[in-house]
């Protein structure tokens, strides 16, 4: 995946493009500053989370109700945002991001 993206904030677009990512700095997402935001098309090995609360919202998960992504062991990893109110983008918690050093 490429960086350096914008983030698109349309209503029902995709916040990223396909194949990048964007650090937000708080401009996706009220408290998402220092989140990794992906295309929900790039995800693999994730799934929703198994509390149904978690994936509240009227077209899509609107991610009001805590992390609603899991890694297949289970583990909360980030909140898929995809309701008709909002760009849509999987926001990946930062205490699951490890940037390599170059």
Do not use: K
Not at 3 to 29: H, K, M, T
Not at 35 to 57: F, I, M
Not at 89 to 102: D, E, G, K, T, Y
């Amino acid at each position: 995946m490429l960086s350096g993206q914008a983030i698109c904030l349309e209503d029902r677009q995709p916040a990223v493009p396909e194949g990048l990512f964007a650090l937000s700095n708080d401009d996706y997402w009220f408290g998402s500053t220092d989140c990794l935001l992906v295309n929900l098309e790039d995800l693999t090995g994730v799934q929703h989370h198994p509390e149904a609360s978690r994936n509240d919202g009227c077209c899509g998960c609107d991610g009001g109700d805590g992390p609603n992504l899991i890694c297949l062991n289970g583990h909360e990893v980030g909140t898929e945002r995809s309701d008709c109110w909002m760009a849509h983008a999987a926001v990946f918690l930062p205490s699951v991001i490890r940037q390599l050093a170059p």
